[in-house]
């Protein structure tokens, strides 16, 4: 099997993590935040770090084929592994028809019919516009059913592309257009309220910027040198995302005049914003950039989910359809699979902020393996080789299960609702499916995560109506974490059962690289 150099595995991590966070998020933070939103990044850079670091440590020692979404199969159960996996393969599937309502708004701002932003909730396709989001997902995923070669390398190229030209952009404008009166005005009109710089995080999309940080996981058995890229492929994203996003915050506050807040519209901020300096070509590039970049990353996650699919059918449906290939070996069922039931949420999410902070609690719901591995893997084989080794685990383990905690917890409670209902309907399927007589054994499986999402629900809705106030609710989700945590823990397999998928997994390992 051909190894994918360093660099490749850091831009499939950093490239697919700038999508279309960076053409709404910033402004849409700032509308929630005001100048706050600053803080919003740094608090939200934070945490995915002390999530990262988890993952770095447990993926650097199993390189394995969809990553993240299989540890707890490891270190678990069965069926807590089944409901992981399918949590990981949603929230890799949803990010096809994001990707695609994102470019159609975008082409709002030159075409209007294609949405309607008299919303209240937002800016919605308009059914014209809905129609041509489902055509650039049938493009999308009729690309996908082609053989694909040297995607590493094109996906250099575009990385590269997509991730220095916000840069310039945003740095460019700052010199030449900023100015420290357009920021007065902006920090003197706005309220910095630190409930809504934590609200901000998730509901406006900023979450879900740094939310790709985890894609070079998935392909962590391709890493010619795992001990320096998957650590690298973790951290590359933070760090340049951080930088990137931060500067397009900045430019709304210091470029955007008080006579003209109506420009930076909805539908195109940043085209908005542009519209107003006369930077035609500048304004040319990046909309051209606003549709590429989407797109570019959607095809990205249309060929990834295909092949998350296709190993979660090798692992659990080893007969079915799943596992069957075309002429040119790619999961031609799994990636028409992907594209039905990503054509759901285009239409349950009308709205890309909607869609957004529903995925948002969903990949950081899923992430929650990371530091539960991390602590029982260093506990219980403190003999195994680490290509990376984290000090203080069991601190950053904490962290990084708090952390994911609170990005799922501000999502709000319509989604964790949401997300409730689907790891209740995961995990029925998985009792009528493959262990329709031993529901009192998987109750005791899997009883702690129903009862993990539907505390911070609770709280979450007990919070809206008052009876719980700011910050004590956040103060409660801490507990609930470091509970939980623990909880997680204790319900973990016998040693000798881990030690056996262990070894499953290492020889799994083994024979792909001998490929």
Request: charged share 10%.
């Amino acid at each position: 099997m051909k190894k994918l150099s360093t660099w490749s595995i850091i831009f499939i991590s950093t490239g697919g993590m700038i999508g279309s966070g960076w053409l709404f998020a910033p402004y849409y933070g700032y509308q929630t935040a005001g100048v706050g939103v600053i803080f919003s990044w740094l608090i939200t850079a934070l945490l995915t770090f002390f999530v990262a670091v988890c993952f770095a440590e447990v993926a650097s020692m199993l390189p394995i084929v969809s990553g993240a979404m299989r540890f707890l199969k490891i270190t678990h159960s069965r069926s807590l592994g089944f409901l992981f996996v399918v949590l990981g393969w949603v929230s890799y599937l949803v990010y096809l028809p994001l990707e695609a309502q994102s470019v159609v708004q975008y082409l709002g701002f030159w075409f209007p019919s294609l949405v309607d932003d008299s919303n209240s909730t937002g800016v919605l396709l308009s059914y014209f516009g809905v129609s041509i989001a489902f055509f650039i997902m049938v493009g999308i995923t009729i690309l996908n059913t082609y053989q694909l070669k040297n995607v590493a390398k094109v996906n250099n190229v575009v990385s590269v592309w997509k991730i220095f030209l916000p840069i310039a952009i945003a740095l460019g404008m700052l010199a030449f257009y900023g100015s420290f009166d357009n920021f007065s005005h902006n920090t003197s009109s706005t309220s910095i309220s630190f409930e809504t710089i934590l609200l901000a995080i998730t509901g406006s999309g900023l979450a879900f910027a740094f939310s790709g940080f985890q894609n070079g996981l998935v392909v962590a058995n391709s890493a010619k040198n795992p001990r320096l890229a998957i650590p690298l492929s973790l951290f590359a994203p933070v760090v340049v995302g951080l930088t990137m996003y931060l500067s397009l915050s900045l430019l709304f506050m210091f470029c955007l005049p008080a006579s003209a807040d109506h420009l930076a519209v909805n539908v195109a901020p940043l085209l908005g914003l542009l519209s107003l300096f006369g930077l035609h070509f500048i304004y040319t590039v990046l909309f051209i950039d606003a549709i590429v970049a989407p797109l570019g990353t959607s095809n990205v996650y249309a060929a990834v989910t295909g092949r998350v699919l296709q190993a979660f059918g090798l692992e659990f449906f080893k007969t079915s359809i799943l596992t069957k290939l075309n002429k040119h070996s790619v999961p031609i069922y799994c990636i028409w699979i992907n594209f039905f039931i990503g054509l759901i949420f285009l239409l349950q999410f009308p709205t890309w902020s909607q869609l957004v902070s529903f995925l948002s609690s969903l990949v950081l719901f899923s992430c929650l393996s990371g530091p539960v591995v991390l602590i029982i893997f260093r506990d219980k084989f403190p003999q195994m080789d680490r290509k990376f080794k984290l000090p203080f685990h069991k601190l950053f383990g904490y962290l990084g299960f708090i952390s994911c905690s609170y990005f799922v917890y501000w999502s709000g409670t319509d989604n964790l609702k949401y997300l409730s209902i689907l790891v209740i309907v995961v995990i029925a399927f998985y009792w009528f499916v493959f262990e329709r007589n031993n529901l009192i054994k998987i109750f005791k499986q899997v009883w702690f995560v129903c009862g993990y999402i539907i505390t911070l629900w609770l709280i979450s809705f007990v919070h809206e109506l008052g009876c719980i106030a700011f910050p004590y609710d956040n103060l409660l989700v801490a507990v609930i974490g470091i509970l939980f945590l623990r909880i997680f823990i204790t319900h973990q397999a016998p040693i000798e059962t881990i030690d056996s998928n262990l070894k499953l997994t290492i020889d799994e390992i083994n024979k792909l690289e001998s490929c």
